[in-house]
C-alpha cells in the first residue's frame, strides 16, 4: 500500500497577539483542521470557527482545498485570527488574483494589538496602587 502524500500548494504564518498559526493549503473538498481537530472541533464557539472560514468564503473557494493547520501560543480569540490571518496569506501566495478581495475585507492586515506589560511599582499596565495622603 503507498502512502497518500499530500503536496502543499502554498503555506502562510498568521500572527494575532501572542499566537502563530501556520496554514498548509492543500488540493481537496474543504476540510480544515486545526492542530489535528475538525476546525469546530477545536474552535467550539460558531464565531471563531466562522472567522477561520472566512478567507475561504471571500475567495469563494469552500470546497476546493484542504486546510491544515498548527497554532501554538495565545488563548482562542488570538489563536483564531491568526489562523485567518494564516489562511489569508496562504491564498494570496497560491493565486495573485485573491489579494484584491481579502486585502479589501482587512484579512491580510495583522492586528498588532497586544497586551501591555505590567509596569514596576504599579498594580497592573497601567493601574496605580491606592493613593493616600495621610
Known amino acids: 500500500?503507498?502512502?497518500?502524500?499530500?503536496?502543499?500548494?502554498?503555506?502562510?504564518?498568521?500572527?494575532?497577539?501572542?499566537?502563530?498559526?501556520?496554514?498548509?493549503?492543500?488540493?481537496?473538498?474543504?476540510?480544515?483542521?486545526?492542530?489535528?481537530?475538525?476546525?469546530?472541533?477545536?474552535f467550539p464557539a460558531v464565531s471563531h470557527a466562522k472567522q477561520v472560514r472566512d478567507p475561504l468564503a471571500v475567495?469563494?473557494?469552500?470546497?476546493?482545498?484542504?486546510?491544515?493547520?498548527r497554532v501554538v501560543g495565545g488563548g482562542i480569540n488570538g489563536q483564531a485570527g491568526a489562523c485567518r490571518h494564516g489562511l489569508s496569506r496562504a491564498l494570496a501566495a497560491y493565486d495573485a488574483t485573491n489579494r484584491s478581495s481579502l486585502k479589501a475585507n482587512g484579512y491580510l492586515r495583522r492586528d498588532s494589538r497586544m497586551v501591555e506589560r505590567k509596569k514596576y511599582g504599579q498594580r497592573g499596565a497601567r493601574r496605580r496602587f491606592q493613593f493616600s495622603k495621610r
Not at 502543499?8 to 483542521?33: E, M, P, Q, S
Not at 473557494?61 to 486546510?67: F, L, N, P
Open 1 to 42: 500500500m503507498k502512502n497518500k502524500v499530500s503536496i502543499n500548494l502554498a503555506i502562510g504564518v498568521g500572527r494575532r497577539k501572542t499566537a502563530v498559526a501556520r496554514v498548509y493549503l492543500r488540493k481537496g473538498r474543504g476540510a480544515i483542521r486545526v492542530n489535528g481537530k475538525d476546525v469546530q472541533t477545536y
Open 59 to 69: 475567495v469563494g473557494a469552500e470546497d476546493k482545498y484542504d486546510v491544515v493547520i
